[in-house]
């Protein structure tokens, strides 16, 4: 069998060949898939078992933002202050300030040195916030951008805040109105309503079982709404 070559003398590709290169290359491609999403699984199911699992209860926040946020964190009691935790995440911009305390304070940039996997999950999130978060959120990342300010890095520093509150407390996001007016038949169909997308989540990733496990945080919320709201959150 002759082999074609070029003027260069190098192998020219035949069919047949090519549909061997392609079948591989369709094959690692598949493999990468694979591991992909047994990579995903792996970060849910250890997800699971930590505080962080309450941030997927915000809209806009799945698994994978809420494992590099947590992870990053750390465990939420051991974090002094939200100040100290949004400068360690490089999101808060320098001041500085001249002519004693009666002179005018200046913004400048955030410092570079600070956790960029941190920074780099709560912006991802601010973001997300804007474009996919609960109404309260998406109003106030506009409300931002609207006077001239850098929308992702505020609600970024906003995220922390609530997230903090919900590791910390064990609750899921509620939107402000709700928790300014606080009404059980409100608050239930709010529960029954969120509940799909939050199963959903956790089904996509192969962890359900795992994440609302009694010993678990999002089991033990999940029991204690039932209980407290009589109402059936079904896996």
């Known amino acids: 069998m002759r082999i074609p070559l070029d003027a260069a003398g190098v192998v020219v590709p035949t069919g047949r060949i090519m549909c061997a290169i392609l079948a591989r290359e ?13 990579a995903d699984r792996q970060s849910a199911l250890l997800l699971a078992k930590t505080p962080a699992a309450m941030l997927t209860t915000i809209k806009g926040i799945g698994i994978t933002l809420a494992a590099g946020s947590g992870s ?6 051991s974090q002094p202050s939200l100040r100290r935790l949004s400068s360690y995440a490089g999101i808060v911009p320098r ?16 410092s570079r040195r ?9 912006v991802q999130i601010g973001n997300h916030f804007g474009q996919h978060g609960p109404e309260d959120l998406q109003e106030d990342h506009r409300r931002r951008g609207a006077n001239g300010q850098h929308a992702d890095f505020g609600m970024a520093r906003r995220f922390l805040r609530v997230g903090m509150k919900l ?3 064990g609750q899921c996001y ?35 079982e795992e994440a609302f496990d009694p010993h678990n945080p999002l089991g033990q919320w999940r029991e204690c709404v ?7 959150l079904p896996l």
């Open 26 to 38: 369709v094959q690692l491609y598949r493999n990468l898939l694979r591991c992909i999403a047994q």
């Open 72 to 77: 990053e964190i750390g465990d939420p009691a």
């Open 226 to 232: 039932q209980e407290l709201y009589q109402i059936e």
């Open 114 to 122: 600070c956790n960029h996997l941190l920074k780099n999950a709560v």
């Open 95 to 110: 001041v500085k300030q001249t002519g004693g305390p009666d002179g005018a304070a200046r913004h400048g940039t955030v």
């Open 167 to 169: 590791m910390r407390t």
């Open 174 to 208: 509620i939107p402000a109105q709700l928790r300014e007016h606080p009404n059980p038949n409100a608050l239930k169909a709010y529960y029954l309503k969120s509940w799909p997308r939050l199963h959903d989540i956790w089904k996509k990733a192969g962890a359900l």
